[in-house]
């Protein structure tokens, strides 16, 4: 079996996703900017720029948002769930994944991290 590990543009030490078996596997998402701090706003601004940048990934990775079949999901905050359900919604038109939401200390203050398995197949919908 062949993995391609697609490396992170960030000075961190992890691919930004592995290619293995049919899958893709992205490495968990803050909602980061191109200096490394975190996005400032709410839990849905936050959950915005993350899938955002979860969708580009995908896309550079040849396939799409409809190809996701697995999410977890770590708040800061559970009472941020209703919020963060509402966002998340809109990225997933075609269909919602399988998915687990805990609540965790995040990186910096972050509100959502977000990492996501998807088919490895040419782009859905």
Not at 33 to 40: L, N, S, V, W
Not at 66 to 72: F, G, H, M, P, W
Not at 79 to 98: Q, R, T, V
């Amino acid at each position: 079996m062949n993995i391609e590990r697609i490396p992170s543009p960030l000075p961190v030490p992890f691919s930004k996703a592995v290619r293995a078996g049919g899958f893709l596997f992205l490495s968990g998402v803050l909602a980061m900017d191109a200096q490394g701090g975190i996005i400032e706003g709410d839990v849905q601004v936050q959950a915005r720029a993350v899938l955002e940048r979860i969708a580009q990934t995908l896309k550079e990775c040849g396939t799409s948002m409809a190809s996701v079949v697995r999410a977890t999901i770590w708040l800061a905050d559970l009472g941020d769930f209703a919020a963060f359900n509402e966002e998340y919604a809109k990225h997933f038109p075609d269909g919602l994944p399988s998915r687990s939401c805990v609540q965790s200390v995040l990186y910096k203050g972050a509100k959502v991290e977000i990492e996501v398995q998807a088919l490895d197949v040419p782009r859905l919908g």
